[in-house]
């Protein structure tokens, strides 16, 4: 797999968008690829998820590092967190 592929959201097949933090990201790497898609599996199912296992109303879309080529959940507390971080390609 090639890291254009990983760019690829694995859950619902869409591209992902870069994102960068800014100062206050606590991630260490300049910028990450986060699947902003609402309609994606792995968000969606994530509210109910997080509910269930701790009991607040939160979610995680799928995030990708570039720089360390690591996959990870992006903590999100409603449908527009993080998506100021945005950045065009
Ligand atoms: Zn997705």
Do not use: L
């Not at 690591?70 to 409603?78: A, I, M, N, T």
């Amino acid at each position: 797999m090639s890291d254009e592929d990983k760019t690829i959201c694995p859950y619902c097949g869409q591209k992902m968008s870069r994102w960068e933090g800014g100062a206050t990201q606590s991630w260490g790497s300049e910028y990450q690829y986060i699947c902003f898609n609402d309609e994606c599996g792995y968000y969606q199912r994530g509210w109910d998820h997080t509910f269930r296992r701790i009991g607040i109303k939160a979610s995680y879309r799928h995030r990708y590092d570039p720089t360390t080529g690591q996959c990870g959940p992006f903590p999100v507390s409603s449908e527009i967190a993080g998506k100021d971080g945005i950045i065009a390609e």
